[in-house]
């Protein structure tokens, strides 16, 4: 089929609907975070109704309902419009804009430090004046009810910004282009992430997965214990069930007692989607968390000293393992490629080799329009402040590397979040002091921090890649997404930077999510004062051996990996060890794999699929709760249940 207006214009309507429920269940009741999620439990409860309200249509007129390419078309405008109005953009473009000068103060001098390096264009407030202006202030102490909402400031500095996310968004969309078929066809990845969607628009042919009394078991096993726990935040007399427990309370002593934050949160539907995944990279990602915590407790027997990584949750050693990790994958994802790689560039220059006509966008296009993006995102950086060579290390970084291991991390391990353990300013700090790039740089770099290269969740690559599996999934043209694609992108920006503005100048964002407003926004900035203030630190020789040795032992994987199909270790689950994704998800990889490894070696595929929608139906009952929440705590300002993905 065609381009459908019907589903163009549905789409319209939920991609409006998807930035408000994300951007209040985040920001305002911030107990339930249902859009930041690679597969956002806000897109597959709002999709499920869309799917029941187009059958109930159907059987009053075949013509009224959707098919299934339209409902999966209105549903890659909702995962787009999710990320978007979640953490893949508006939660850190906004707060990051405003944050500097409202927490500027005589103390600690930021002032002075970053305030003559910021360009007027990028910010709503006048860098040449003083702190606590009144656009930052109404922001964070709530405006006056009878004031207007100050947009006007705003135009410019999101107009700006927005050149750069929309130059960086069509990269990554070229990027997704480039990449599909070899991840998709040749080496032909899972994509987790995307079974539950297909299946609620399989199931009108089958009649399989709704049937599925499996399925409707899974689902009340979360729907129960969500249900207890929400009625016990209104009524305490309703038993509850804890969903997080911190375990680094069970070791005191010395050495166990130097283990970095150790939690253990019960997901239901993180539970169900590794159960999706081959046991041995289930095995590598919990084995490899578990060592880093054994890295911890030998660096406390022999007294190593012992320093975190800048602004992530682990330690120095590993963090910049983790980088060199990067590095071997990307290098080894080139490797296995090459074949792919060299009919695409035949392609581009001659026109000879494979026919591109069902890709996203023919290869030339992608080709070209990668490197013009990336091109012209080092140009933006550049005339904002950053060093022109910075901004090309720092681009390529972010998009060649970081963005790359993320999006496999989805595709391949089916990680519902995308999160790293460094960032490129901490590859440069190997070689050279902090301080040699210069005030003006250091200030954009806390600014592009915050708002690209720190948090990856939501990050907006994976959408474009699922989307494309999720055509073949329906039989539907993969160029036809483009257009749902920049339809989504536009209004998603649009809508939720209006959202953005409103809620906190409404609530005062003093009194709203804190990671948003008084966190992500502002560690950049503490980061980078010391090397503006004068205080040198030297190039580090441990950080520059510990990247190394991730490098190594990477490449050791990946070697031991192609060579010997029995190898249990993955790479990837090595690269991910350390990230604040397997801090939250280790637990339940553990569990899932507890299952999965003796199910598959005593009762075979045939058992695995019997029991999978069980599986799937606690992902399904556990997002579905999170929506159900969100509407209730919005309709009746009640409290709503914690859900277990921080």
Request: hydrophobic letters at 55%; a positive charge; charged letters at 10%.
């Amino acid at each position: 089929m065609g381009i459908s207006k019907k589903a163009l214009i549905i789409g319209i309507f939920f991609v409006v609907a998807i930035c408000f429920i994300v951007s209040y269940a985040e920001l305002v009741i911030t107990y339930i975070q249902i859009g930041f999620l690679q597969l956002p439990p806000a897109v597959i409860g709002v999709f499920f109704f869309l799917v029941v309200a187009s059958r109930l249509l159907k059987k009053l007129s075949p013509r009224l309902g959707l098919k299934q390419q339209e409902l999966m078309m209105i549903y890659c405008m909702m995962l787009i419009a999710s990320m978007i109005s979640s953490r893949g953009m508006m939660e850190k473009l906004i707060p990051a804009l405003v944050a500097v000068n409202y927490y500027a103060n005589e103390p600690n001098g930021w002032a002075n430090l970053f305030f003559p390096n910021i360009k007027n264009w990028l910010v709503p407030f006048d860098p040449a004046k003083k702190t606590g202006q009144p656009i930052a202030v109404a922001f964070y102490e709530q405006l006056d009810p009878n004031d207007p909402l100050p947009f006007a400031p705003w135009v410019t500095p999101l107009l700006v910004w927005g050149v750069l996310i929309l130059l960086i968004f069509f990269g990554f969309l070229c990027l997704a282009s480039i990449l599909r078929k070899q991840w998709v066809d040749n080496e032909k990845l899972t994509f987790p992430l995307v079974q539950l969607p297909l299946e609620f628009v399989r199931d009108e042919a089958t009649g399989g997965f709704f049937k599925n009394p499996l399925m409707w078991l899974g689902f009340a096993l979360p729907t129960l214990i969500f249900t207890l726990n929400g009625l016990h935040g209104i009524y305490p007399a309703v038993p509850w069930f804890s969903l997080q427990h911190n375990l680094n309370q069970f070791f005191t002593e010395r050495p166990f007692n130097a283990m970095y934050y150790t939690p253990a949160f019960i997901s239901f539907a993180a539970v169900g989607f590794f159960y999706l995944l081959p046991t041995q990279l289930l095995f590598s990602l919990w084995a490899f968390f578990l060592f880093t915590r054994l890295q911890d407790i030998l660096a406390a027997v022999f007294g190593l000293r012992v320093s975190g990584m800048p602004l992530y949750p682990t330690r120095l050693y590993i963090g910049y393992q983790i980088a060199g990790a990067y590095l071997v994958l990307v290098i080894y994802f080139i490797y296995v490629s090459i074949p792919h790689l060299k009919q695409v560039l035949k392609r581009v220059f001659t026109q000879e080799s494979m026919s591109d006509s069902e890709e996203l966008l023919p290869y030339r296009v992608a080709f070209w329009g990668l490197i013009l993006s990336f091109l012209l995102s080092v140009l933006w950086c550049y005339y904002s402040g950053l060093t022109l060579w910075f901004a090309f290390f720092e681009l390529l970084i972010y998009i060649g590397f970081v963005a790359v291991v993320m999006a496999r991390s989805t595709a391949e391990s089916g990680l519902l979040m995308t999160e790293t353990s460094f960032r490129p300013i901490d590859l440069y700090v190997m070689v050279e002091q902090k301080a040699a790039l210069g005030p003006s740089s250091l200030t954009f770099l806390s600014f592009f921090d915050a708002i690209f290269t720190r948090d990856q969740r939501g990050l907006i690559l994976t959408g474009f890649l699922d989307g494309l599996k999720i055509a073949d999934g329906v039989e539907m043209k993969r160029r036809h997404l483009l257009v749902f694609f920049f339809v989504a992108i536009i209004l998603a920006l649009v809508c939720s930077a209006i959202i953005h503005l409103w809620l906190p100048y409404r609530h005062g964002a003093n009194y709203m999510y804190s990671y948003v407003y008084s966190g992500n926004p502002l560690w950049a900035f503490s980061d980078h004062a010391p090397a503006l203030e004068g205080f040198s630190t030297e190039t580090s020789w441990v950080a520059l051996t510990f990247f190394v040795i991730g490098i190594i032992f990477t490449a050791f994987l990946a070697c031991m990996r192609t060579l010997y199909w029995w190898w249990p270790f993955h790479p990837l689950g090595y690269a991910l060890s350390a990230s604040w994704t397997m801090i939250v998800f280790w637990f339940p990889v553990f569990l899932a794999w507890l299952v999965k490894y003796p199910l598959m070696r005593y009762g075979g595929v045939r058992l695995y699929l019997k029991i999978r929608p069980f599986f799937l139906g606690m992902i399904f009952g556990e997002f579905s709760m999170a929506v159900i929440w969100t509407l209730i705590s919005f309709l009746f300002r009640v409290p709503a249940p914690f859900f277990p993905w921080p």
